[in-house]
């Protein structure tokens, strides 16, 4: 099962895995929490418009990205519906299914189109060198301690959600705002060598599967953090032992691990009513 880390590439894929997790699954629960699932997908779908754009002008293969990124989650922390008919996710959609069109128009203008497709959803992390895991181990980092300095704040902010005080929050919320230029910042450096699924998988299934395992007081975020270690390490095995692509075989795990907790929820659940008697 660790035979696979006498290969240098894989070794720093699952460095790359772990970084990526670690902080995604963390914020995730803050997504999840406060009901913007489908957030991670827009901002990562974004950011891959600007990679499509910036190869497509032939420069900017950097900025570009971040650029589109950062305006997308500034335009995300004002979207705030007061209509009862209208709901968050619907709005996060739509710009969403808009990116991933442009997305495709543009790369299909590129020698290799298709396999550059496939690169935007699922990455390539067999590829990745030591010089980009410590640029995206930097970033994550600061992030990382922008969110444990002002933890209060953001937790706050997410129980309101949770609560259904959304609305309260008002136009601009600078802590909003926040969250959502970090959450920008980790997707865009994230989906450039994870993919958007992978990443998008990263965010919401650890999380999702913590809160279906833990009781109310139990410690979610590091639940959904040893989930997402978990669900790298079991993917690249895979990937290693079967030759499957090592981004869909981790969505792969944490789709079984998701699976798992969905099934000991039930039995929970099931365990609870019949001591009950009902």
């Known amino acids: 099962m660790f035979e696979m880390f006498k290969l240098e590439f894989i070794t720093q894929a699952f460095m790359l895995s772990v970084i990526t997790g670690l902080l995604l699954s963390y914020l995730g629960v803050h997504v999840v929490g406060r009901g913007i699932v489908f957030v991670d997908l827009a901002l990562g779908q974004i950011s891959s418009l600007g990679v499509a754009y910036s190869d497509y002008i032939g420069k900017g293969q950097t900025v570009i990205p971040i650029a589109f990124t950062l305006f997308g989650a500034f335009l995300l922390s ?103 230029l970090t959450i920008g910042l980790a997707i865009v450096f994230a989906v450039r060598m994870n993919g958007v699924i992978p990443v998008f998988s990263y965010l919401i299934i650890p999380a999702v599967s913590a809160i279906l395992i833990s009781g109310k ?13 978990a669900g790298a390490f079991f993917g690249l095995n895979v990937s290693y032992h079967y030759d499957f692509p090592a981004g869909s075989s981790i969505v792969a ?20 009513r019949t001591a009950s008697g009902k």
């Open 217 to 229: 007081n139990s410690p979610v975020v590091i639940i959904a953090i040893v989930l997402s270690v």
């Open 78 to 180: 004002f979207i705030n519906i007061h209509d009862k008919r209208l709901k968050q996710e619907a709005i996060i959609g739509i710009l969403y299914a808009i990116a991933s069109a442009v997305t495709v128009m543009l790369i299909s203008k590129t020698p290799h189109g298709d396999s550059d497709i496939q690169e935007v959803l699922f990455g390539n992390i067999l590829s990745v060198n030591m010089e980009q895991i410590q640029i995206v181990a930097s970033v994550f980092g600061l992030i990382t301690l922008i969110h444990l300095i002002f933890r209060k704040k953001f937790f706050d902010l997410t129980r309101r959600y949770e609560n259904g005080e959304g609305h309260s929050i008002g136009i601009f919320n600078l802590w909003n705002f926040i969250f959502y």
């Open 253 to 272: 795990m944490l789709g079984a691990i998701f699976f798992i907790a969905a099934i000991v929820r039930l039995i929970k659940n099931f365990s609870k």
